[in-house]
């Protein structure tokens, strides 16, 4: 698998979305406080996609035809399975999101202790960078 590791400080681990590659704009920010580290899972980037597939790079349009088909499908956790999350987290959602602001409350609600961040006027991807490093920050000093 490939990762790439930058920085000194707590560790970040940074993961990307959908078929995408290392979020790089993200590294040198974030890398100036935390040890960022950049992972690509299997069968994405640089991790050769053709050779690790059992079907070969033909197989990549049945992948993505199968990725598309699933998302505009919720996921299926329980309001039980969610509310076990122990994690410190932070809902970020734009007002113009794909994510609907009423979904993002609903799974504020849900998770003990979250914060939610929404975001005028964004949409899907937004990263308020300063709230997100003063989320980061205070959990790192909650861990001590």
């Excluded at 609600?109 to 979250?114: D, F, L, M, S, V």
Aim: glycine share 10%.
């Amino acid at each position: 698998m490939y990762y790439e590791v930058h920085g000194e400080g707590p560790p970040l681990l940074l993961l990307h979305g959908g078929t995408g590659s290392i979020p790089a704009k993200w590294i040198p920010y974030f890398s100036s406080q935390f040890r960022v580290i950049a992972m690509e899972p299997m069968g994405h980037g640089r991790t050769a996609y053709a050779r690790l597939s059992p079907d070969g790079a033909d197989h990549w349009p049945i992948v993505l035809g199968r990725l598309q088909r699933m998302w505009p499908v919720e996921p299926d956790f329980t309001r039980e399975e969610i509310q076990r999350i122990k994690a410190p987290t932070l809902i970020i959602v734009g007002d113009g999101d794909i994510v609907t602001p009423e979904h993002a409350v609903e799974m504020f609600r849900t998770i003990p202790g979250a914060q939610l961040c929404v975001v005028p006027p964004a949409s899907h991807g937004v990263m308020p960078k300063e709230t997100v490093l003063t989320f980061l920050n205070e959990a790192h000093a909650d861990e001590k």
